[in-house]
């Protein structure tokens, strides 16, 4: 039996033209203030700016609608064996805040409509510690929670766990999930040797 990809940022295709990727465990962010960023919104650990949504209508855009067809529903339904707490709303509406704010501009458009629902979500979340897990046990499952602060780790595991689901636009999650994770490691790693860079250069100084 062959397995997915194991790392968020294995290789895949990339978007078309037009179209629509750092996991520490917690956002900095969110645990200095304790809440979604404020109105004018705060410097993430990469330095880039999250804004805070200002209206309850933009909320509730970036929730996202199910409308699922019956076949949908009934895959969600056989795939969702809960293990851990659901995704939350907060949870869903954060990470798209905090993803938007460190991606290129030209990638931002449509990714609110394009992000799984929170259905989605946490079917993708449930299904990582159903398949992936008991094979790779790397999470320690009971201290495992969905929240804002850990948004990070919760895309990690969600981008993996995409890749079990036989829904109907897995496919289009899975692309979508694997480009986020994608540039997230790859701004991270270059915030990372910039540091180092700059280390180096004050210590010989």
């Known amino acids: 039996?062959?397995?997915?990809?194991?790392?968020?940022?294995?290789?895949?295709?990339?978007?078309?033209?037009?179209?629509?990727?750092d996991f520490c465990v917690g956002d900095p962010a969110f645990a200095t203030t304790g809440q979604l960023v404020d109105d004018h919104g705060v410097q993430n650990s990469f330095g880039a700016e999250v804004p805070q949504r200002e209206?309850?209508?933009?909320?509730?855009?970036?929730?996202?609608?199910?409308?699922?067809t019956a076949d949908e529903e009934d895959i969600l339904i056989a795939e969702n064996i809960p293990?851990?707490?659901?995704?939350?709303?907060?949870?869903?509406?954060?990470?798209?805040?905090?993803?938007?704010?460190?991606?290129p501009q030209q990638e931002v458009q449509g990714l609110d409509a394009k992000f799984p629902s929170l259905r989605h979500l946490?079917?993708?979340?449930?299904?990582?510690?159903?398949?992936?897990?008991?094979?790779?046990?790397?999470?320690?499952?009971?201290?495992?929670?969905?929240?804002?602060?850990?948004?990070?780790l919760v895309l990690g595991v969600i981008c993996l766990g995409s890749?079990?689901?036989?829904?109907?636009?897995?496919?289009?999650h899975v692309l979508l999930l694997q480009r986020v994770a994608q540039h997230m490691v790859m701004v991270d790693v270059s915030i990372m040797l910039e540091l180092l860079c700059y280390d180096r250069s004050f210590a010989t100084w």
């Open 1 to 21: 039996m062959e397995y997915p990809f194991l790392l968020p940022f294995s290789p895949v295709p990339s978007f078309e033209s037009g179209a629509l990727a």
């Open 122 to 152: 946490d079917t993708y979340m449930q299904l990582y510690l159903e398949e992936l897990h008991p094979r790779m046990p790397l999470l320690h499952v009971p201290s495992l929670h969905t929240s804002p602060e850990t948004w990070q």
């Open 163 to 172: 890749r079990y689901s036989q829904a109907h636009h897995h496919h289009d």
């Open 55 to 68: 209206t309850v209508e933009e909320i509730h855009d970036l929730i996202g609608h199910d409308n699922l």
């Open 83 to 103: 293990h851990v707490p659901p995704v939350t709303e907060e949870t869903r509406v954060y990470m798209i805040q905090a993803v938007k704010a460190r991606l």
